[in-house]
Each structure stands twice: as structure tokens, then as C-alpha cells.
């Protein structure tokens, strides 16, 4: 069975500050893993994904994220927080094989808040 | 483009009362369906997907219930709510079977049971 677990489910930094949101993942299988982001009032919406190759995943927005599978660890990083970056942030992992359609598993969420 | 709606918004709805959250999707033709719930202070959870119509795969036991009467709707009911059936239901879609494939997802439903 896979879990995620996100730590810390409210994240501060000040505009133009570093962002990190830190996520941590069990998978009995070579993982693919997710973020999302939600918006006040709007449905949610891929950040980035990794599935092979390259452990740095850039994304939308100025995101990335490393895969670390030592650490069993996805952390979502931007290095300039904006105000438009607050939002609800949500990891996830899903089976690799293609078999599981979009079951994915996800982690409880971290509301990311900017302040001037 | 492709668009999914999901209404309504928001929902109160007393304990024992049915439940009809709906789902539709637009620009595609057979994409596969998902809704997930999201309880207060835990993660997201799948509670059916389905494939084709009238195919349903549920997740987790529940009180609640999914139908796909058509190839673009995906409806999730229930006959008597229940207090724990409260919190945020997202309606998902993707095409493919890789467990890669990205997720589109509604606006989601608060729904309230009073």
C-alpha cells in the first residue's frame, strides 16, 4: 500500500522568500509522484510530475521538485515565493505500471501562505 | 478544449436526506471518471473510478454509491447521509491507462451534513 505523508499542513514565507513544502512517500513500487496545486475557489491543478529519467522535475510557475529515493522523498521548492503562489498544495503517488489508471494517493495538503 | 463541470458548489444538506453530486465532462469521449473526497485535515481519497459506462470500481466501503449513465457523466449518491459523509468531493478525468496519466479536476462540492 502507498502513503504520503506532507509535512506540516501550514506553510508561511514572505514574498520573495524560498518555498519549500516537503513531502515523503512509501510505495511498494518504483513510484510516480505528483503535485498539485489548488486555488482558492478552483478545482486542482498539476504542478509537476516525475515518472523516469531525470530526478530534478521543473514545473509550471517556477516550481521543482527533486526525486530522492534515498530520502523516499518528493519536496516541492520555488526559490521566490509570490503572492499568487498562495494556495493549497497536494502530493501524491501513484503505482508505476500503468495498470492503476489515475489511483492516486494523495497527502493531506499544505495551505502555503505569502505575506507582503 | 476539454472542461469538466461539477455542481453544485456547495451543498448543506441534513442527516438521513439523499445525495445527488453530478459530473460531466466535455471534449473528450471516453475518459475515464474519478471522484475523490477530501475529509477535514486528511488527504484526498479515492472513492470510485470507472472506465466505461456503467463500469464502477470503488475504493473504499461507504455509504455512498457512483453510477456513469453516460460515456462524459459521473454521479455519486446516496440514498441517507450520513454526519461523516461531510467534506470536499472533486470530481477527476483522464484518458489512458497509465497510472502517469495526468488528473483534470472540477471545482469540487462542499458538502455539509447537518
Known amino acids: 500500500a502507498q502513503s504520503v505523508t506532507q509535512l506540516g499542513s501550514h506553510v508561511s514565507v514572505s514574498e520573495g522568500a524560498l518555498v519549500l513544502l516537503r513531502c515523503n512517500y512509501s510505495s511498494s513500487v518504483p513510484p510516480y509522484l505528483f503535485w498539485y496545486v489548488q486555488y482558492p475557489n478552483q478545482g486542482l491543478q498539476l504542478l509537476l510530475k516525475?515518472?523516469?529519467?531525470?530526478?530534478l522535475v521543473k514545473g509550471i510557475n517556477g516550481f521543482e521538485a527533486e526525486f530522492k529515493k534515498s530520502e523516499t522523498s518528493f519536496h516541492l521548492t520555488k526559490p521566490s515565493a509570490h503572492m499568487s503562489d498562495a494556495a493549497e498544495y497536494f502530493c501524491a503517488v501513484s503505482d508505476e505500471g500503468g495498470t492503476s489508471y489515475g489511483k492516486l494517493t494523495f497527502g493531506q495538503g499544505t495551505i502555503l501562505t505569502v505575506h507582503p | 478544449s476539454q472542461t469538466i463541470h461539477q455542481w453544485p458548489a456547495t451543498l448543506v444538506q441534513p442527516v438521513g436526506s439523499p445525495l445527488s453530486l453530478e459530473c460531466t465532462v466535455e471534449g473528450t469521449s471516453n475518459p475515464n471518471l474519478y471522484w475523490y473526497r477530501q475529509a477535514a485535515g486528511r488527504g484526498l481519497q479515492l472513492l470510485f473510478y470507472s472506465v466505461g459506462i456503467g463500469q464502477i470500481s470503488s475504493e473504499v466501503p461507504q455509504n455512498l454509491s457512483a453510477s456513469r449513465p453516460q460515456d462524459r457523466q459521473f454521479i455519486l449518491s446516496s440514498k441517507k447521509l450520513l454526519l461523516s459523509d461531510s467534506g470536499f468531493y472533486l470530481c477527476?478525468?483522464?484518458?489512458?491507462?497509465?497510472?502517469?496519466?495526468?488528473?483534470?479536476f472540477g471545482s469540487g462540492t462542499q458538502l455539509s451534513v447537518l
Open positions: 477527476a478525468w483522464n484518458t489512458g491507462t497509465g497510472s502517469y496519466e495526468k488528473l483534470f
Open positions: 516525475y515518472t523516469t529519467g531525470a530526478t
